[in-house]
């Protein structure tokens, strides 16, 4: 019976110190996720429509092209995302995205 409680209380102990690296880490991400959208839509849905015909062009080269706008790839996604929530940003962008392809 003693081992089984030993073994519980150290069970419990790793699960605890487990889930507290996790929060911090899921809160570190969190706002490193924030300053990067930020800095993503400073782009214009014309810069982003460009850039996304010439990733669809180049698809080797799309870690390329992002960094040299300094985005990643989930920046740029979140980026496109916000711009397909205004229906003229979304229709700025498709322009750009046929005129670039």
């Known amino acids: 019976m003693k081992n089984i409680?030993?073994?519980?209380a150290a069970?419990?102990?790793?699960?605890a110190f487990g889930c507290k690296n996790?929060?911090?880490?899921?809160?570190t991400y969190s706002s490193s996720s924030n300053n990067s959208?930020?800095?993503?839509?400073?782009l214009s849905p014309?810069?982003?429509g460009t850039l996304?015909?010439?990733?669809?062009?180049?698809?080797?080269?799309a870690q390329k092209l992002l960094s040299d706008k300094g985005l990643s790839e989930?920046?740029?996604?979140q980026a496109v995302r916000k711009v397909a929530e205004n229906p003229q940003d979304s229709k700025r962008y498709a322009?750009?995205?046929k005129k670039a392809s």
């Open 5 to 8: 409680t030993i073994a519980i």
């Open 11 to 15: 069970l419990s102990l790793v699960l």
């Open 22 to 27: 996790q929060n911090q880490n899921a809160s």
């Open 37 to 42: 959208l930020s800095s993503a839509t400073n």
């Open 46 to 48: 014309e810069d982003l």
């Open 52 to 61: 996304g015909a010439q990733i669809k062009k180049h698809p080797g080269d």
């Open 74 to 77: 989930q920046q740029f996604e």
């Open 95 to 97: 322009e750009a995205y």
